[in-house]
């Protein structure tokens, strides 16, 4: 076997984890190869954040993260911050900006940062191998690797294949599969950060696609406010994709559609102008029009009985909505779910069973909220292993 195909370090995937995690190993003089098995690195990158890539967020810290065992992140997000991968992007003179809520994104491209991680992995020595298919994983002294390039072995594996999220760029079960062979458990996978669809008596909405409202959407104890957004199918935007990850199938969603503006004073306002024309201020003409056929009083607001205007503000505070589902891992931004942390260390992200053997990024029982969050748990993930590997 040719020495080349020999490595300290073996990586499995080039998204933004496995690229990161090569250079970091790399310089530590670490010999690394990564196995890519599409044609090109960092496709998931390259879409997200619009194109943009919202790289990482000010904000992040464990409280933005699910998982069964939420301490399992702390260790990881300590110590690499967002400051520490903010100062790679300037160094690499990638301009950037905060849209809004501590979210970073880059003012050109994705590109770039795909293009900083592969910079940093080639000035570390790293070879990446993309249209590799891996047929077989084992281990006896070493780990072995059989691939449609030939066979690779490493003292360390790597394991950062991501999740479901987005089969059409080539996401698998890849990496769930590997860890389940080594004896690994894994918790329940879902999709999150994903639209929801309408129960058959709500679909009617579908006929205002494209239309948006400010609103506070809440399940259990747990609500962001940010924007809604109607689709054919369902609701999507902001608020519904963070609370998605909260939610489950048949469950109501509680929205607040009254943009921070305190019910009786809107319905205050109603009795002298109407509640169509208040309404109408906070919402698209169209939403507004639809709702009030819906859940107003079909009298001026001066005739409703208490129990009346009770009901109208409950409607306006917490309208009741039920889903079915959601549109599934094509259209979720993350897979919820995934290695148990409970088989890894939270320093090294290393599996207790199989020393050498690690799991990064979205392949682990980790995920953040929309916004920057999962990238920055890629890169945090991503060094703690590569200081071990």
């Known amino acids: 076997m040719p020495d080349s195909f020999h490595h300290d370090v073996l990586i499995l995937g080039a998204g933004g984890a ?49 998982s069964q065992n939420p301490e399992f992140c702390k260790s990881a997000l300590a110590r690499f ?15 950037y900006h905060e849209k809004k809520l501590g979210q970073l994104f880059c003012d050109e491209s994705a590109r770039q940062i795909i293009q900083m991680l592969v910079d940093e992995a080639s000035r570390a020595g790293v070879q990446i191998h993309v249209q590799t298919q891996i047929l077989s994983v084992s281990k006896t002294d070493r780990f072995r690797v059989e691939t449609s390039r030939g ?6 594996l790597v394991v950062a294949t991501g999740g479901l999220s987005f089969p059409k760029l080539g996401a698998t079960p890849f990496g769930h599969q590997i860890a389940e062979k080594f004896g690994l458990q894994l918790t329940e996978r879902r999709p999150g950060l994903v639209p929801l669809v309408f129960a058959p008596q709500d679909r009617h909405w579908g006929e205002l696609s494209g239309v948006a409202l400010p609103v506070r959407a809440q399940c259990g104890s747990r609500s962001f406010e940010e924007a809604l957004l109607l689709t054919h ?14 939610w489950r199938e048949n469950q109501s969603l509680a929205l607040d559609l009254t943009a921070g503006t305190p019910a009786p004073q ?28 819906l859940y107003a009083p079909k009298k001026p607001l001066a005739q409703c009985r208490a129990e009346e205007l009770e009901n109208l503000q409950r409607n306006l505070h917490s309208w ?33 069973k199989v020393p050498g053997l690690y799991f990064i990024g979205e392949v682990v029982d980790v995920t953040g909220w929309l916004g920057g969050y999962n990238f920055q748990w890629a890169w945090a993930s991503a060094h703690a292993a590569a200081q071990f590997a």
């Open 81 to 95: 911050s967002p400051s520490d991968f903010i100062a790679l992007v300037e160094k690499h003179g990638i301009r």
């Open 233 to 246: 199918r369902g609701i999507s935007g902001p608020a519904t994709l963070q609370i998605s990850s909260y």
């Open 320 to 352: 009741q909505m039920t889903f079915p589902g959601t549109e599934g891992y094509p259209k979720a931004e993350v897979t919820l779910g995934g290695v148990d942390t409970r088989e890894l260390s939270s320093k090294t992200m290393e599996a207790r």
């Open 18 to 66: 496995g690229l990161f995690c090569a250079s970091q190993a790399g310089l530590r003089g670490r010999r690394v190869a990564v196995l890519e098995h599409q044609e090109r690195v960092g496709k998931k990158i390259a879409i997200s954040g619009g194109g943009r890539c919202n790289f990482t967020n000010l904000n992040a810290s464990p409280a933005q993260y699910l």
């Open 266 to 293: 809107l319905l205050a306002e109603a009795r002298k102008s109407g509640l169509l024309p208040v309404l109408s201020r906070l919402w698209p003409r169209r939403f507004a029009e639809r709702w009030c056929d």
């Open 151 to 156: 066979t690779f072995t490493a003292e360390s």
